[in-house]
Antibody, heavy 117, light 106 residues
């Protein structure tokens, strides 16, 4: 069973960018998708977008188009999510998850991103 | 965008009781609905996918039913570890989640 380990918490200024990593182990990285879901403090879950490493294809929620970039490095079994032009409402826990046709089967532990002005 | 509405917002029950959680979609999602459990400070965990299929390692007391626009997650006999927040999620269109149902100890 795959395990996903994410990078540590980040504190960023408004207008800057953040890049969160998600390293997979114990499974086949390239053949499954990796998706990113975020959760603002005390709020519900929001599907941001994902990538299928073997095809190099990405898809993003319309809300984040132009601000988010999801990439994958097959050589290190690591996926990345970069969010730019940060604002206070981007403060959230960001989760990566293994994506089987938009079913999030296994999840990383989450990365808290705090945006301050 | 498909909107998922979960009810009730909060459900108060005792261990051993039966829990019934609902999820209604703004348009048909066929059978493409999943349920997740989230405990405080933890990532969500997949319980049910495609309406009725239990994920690997999920106990048989969890079951899902429904299709189209109306879905139900049933926990047949609550264990202490089942008290958590439950989310439904559709994948018929761009994925979206319901707002969650908090299952609390009465």
């Amino acid at each position: 069973q795959v395990q996903l380990v994410q990078s540590g918490a980040e504190v960023k200024k408004s207008g800057s960018s953040v890049k969160v990593s998600c390293k997979a182990s114990g499974g086949t990285f390239s053949s499954h998708g990796i998706t990113w879901v975020r959760q603002a403090p005390g709020q519900g879950l929001e599907w941001m977008g994902g990538i299928i490493p073997i095809f190099g294809t990405e898809n993003y929620a319309q809300k984040f188009q132009g601000r988010v970039t999801i990439t994958a490095d097959e050589s290190t079994s690591t996926a990345y999510m970069e969010l730019s032009n940060l604002r206070s409402e981007d403060t959230a826990v960001y989760y990566c998850a293994r994506d089987y046709e938009h079913i999030a089967t296994e999840w990383g532990q989450g990365t808290l991103v705090t945006v301050s002005s | 965008e498909i909107v998922l509405t979960q009810s009730p917002a909060t459900l108060s029950l005792s261990p051993g009781e039966r829990a019934t959680l609902s999820c209604r979609a703004s348009q048909s999602v066929s059978h493409y609905l999943a349920w997740y459990q989230q405990k405080p400070g933890q990532a969500p965990r997949l319980l049910i996918y495609d309406g009725t299929n239990r994920a690997t390692g999920i106990p048989a007391r969890f079951s899902g039913s429904g299709s189209g626009t109306d879905f139900t997650l049933t926990i047949s006999s609550l264990e202490p570890e089942d008290f958590a927040v439950y989310y439904c999620q559709q994948r018929s269109n761009w994925p979206s989640f319901g707002q969650g149902t908090r299952l609390e100890i009465k």
